[in-house]
């Protein structure tokens, strides 16, 4: 409810304010795709969600996934057999767009799920509270925003391949930080290296799709921009369920037996929370290398921008 007047508010402007930039035209809605589209993607997003509550072994996880990829993989082989698809898959035939795609989906998956393990991390190990933990990113979400207009004068100067190596570059560096934390690492300290961070993910997201939709003809770029949407929503939740699910099991596998908090309750108290620790930093070791993964592909990246 707390976001409710904000998400209000975007509507209303969006709709006095968002103009057509493509020429639009009506199609008929393929409904099987539809029907195909909710029951595929919700099983995979209901399934990777749940990880963190469950396990991968867990049915409720291992079969929704198993029932979203059967109807993911019907509805892509439907939308490229029909003429007016939900979803138009041959975008992927562009291989400067596949890249960029991969890359916005791996940025995603690491800024999703860091951005709900780091306040895990400080109501868990830190003892902060909510408003501590909000306040902790605040400073990242404001540099993001400033910088999404930014970014686009900077990408006609360095162009997107420039700008995502060092974005990336940043990502990867500054997620490698978080690694070492302890109980006793200053807020400040966190704060600073969010916020470039955060800066780092700003050069990736809107510069690296711009040049995957720049390499698209113009009568499938409406297309490449819905599917792009889908396809980093889908691989966030994965990464967020996979960094879950790491802390989740580690911290499980290094906490001290029941026998300890009965017979020595401060040590039992200690181990427990080092074994928290040691999930914590895991989790940061994963997500440092989704950037990782990112900041190779990014070299791979044709620029269609010429630095100045």
């Known amino acids: 409810m707390s976001i409710m007047p904000i998400s209000v508010l975007v509507l209303i402007l969006g709709y006095f304010t968002l103009r057509k930039v493509l020429p639009t035209e009506k199609a008929p809605i393929d409904w099987s795709s539809v029907l195909m589209s909710i029951i595929g993607f919700g099983s995979m997003l209901?399934?990777?969600?749940?990880?963190?509550?469950?396990s991968w072994t867990d049915p409720i996880v291992y079969v929704t996934l198993i029932i979203g990829v059967i109807f993911v993989a019907f509805?892509?082989?439907r939308s490229l057999k029909i003429n007016n698809p939900l979803l138009e898959f041959k975008v992927f035939k562009h291989s400067d767009y596949t890249l960029s795609v991969i890359l916005v989906a791996v940025a995603f998956m690491s800024m999703n799920g860091f951005t709900l393990?780091?306040?895990?991390?400080?109501?868990?190990?830190?003892?902060?509270s909510p408003l501590v933990s909000g306040l902790t990113l605040l400073p990242g979400a404001i540099v993001i925003g400033l910088m999404n207009p930014v970014t686009g004068r900077i990408f006609d100067r360095m162009g997107g391949r420039n700008m995502a190596i060092t974005g990336m570059f940043l990502l990867t560096a500054t997620t490698a930080t978080f690694i070492p934390v302890t109980d006793e690492t200053p807020i400040s300290y966190l704060v600073v290296f969010y916020m470039v961070r955060m800066f780092g993910i700003s050069m990736v997201t809107?510069?690296?799709t711009t040049t995957g939709i720049n390499a698209l003809p113009l009568n499938l770029i409406g297309?490449?921009?819905?599917?792009?949407?889908?396809?980093r929503q889908v691989f966030a939740s994965m990464g967020t369920a996979i960094l879950v699910s790491v802390m989740s099991n580690i911290t499980l596998n290094n906490s001290p037996a029941q026998t300890v908090m009965s017979q020595t309750p401060v040590l039992f108290k200690k181990l427990s929370l080092q074994?928290?620790?040691?999930?914590f930093r895991y989790a940061f070791v994963i997500s440092t290398s989704f950037a990782l993964v990112?900041?190779?592909l990014s070299f791979f990246l044709k620029s269609d921008k010429e630095a100045l």
């Not at 393990?117 to 902060?128: D, N, S």
């Not at 297309?223 to 396809?231: A, L």
């Not at 074994?275 to 999930?279: P, R």
């Open 46 to 54: 209901f399934g990777f969600s749940s990880v963190g509550n469950y």
């Open 75 to 77: 509805f892509v082989w």
């Open 117 to 128: 393990i780091l306040p895990l991390y400080l109501q868990t190990i830190r003892g902060e």
């Open 206 to 208: 809107m510069p690296t």
């Open 223 to 231: 297309s490449g921009t819905v599917v792009n949407n889908t396809i």
């Open 275 to 279: 074994a928290n620790i040691v999930g």
């Open 294 to 296: 990112g900041f190779i």
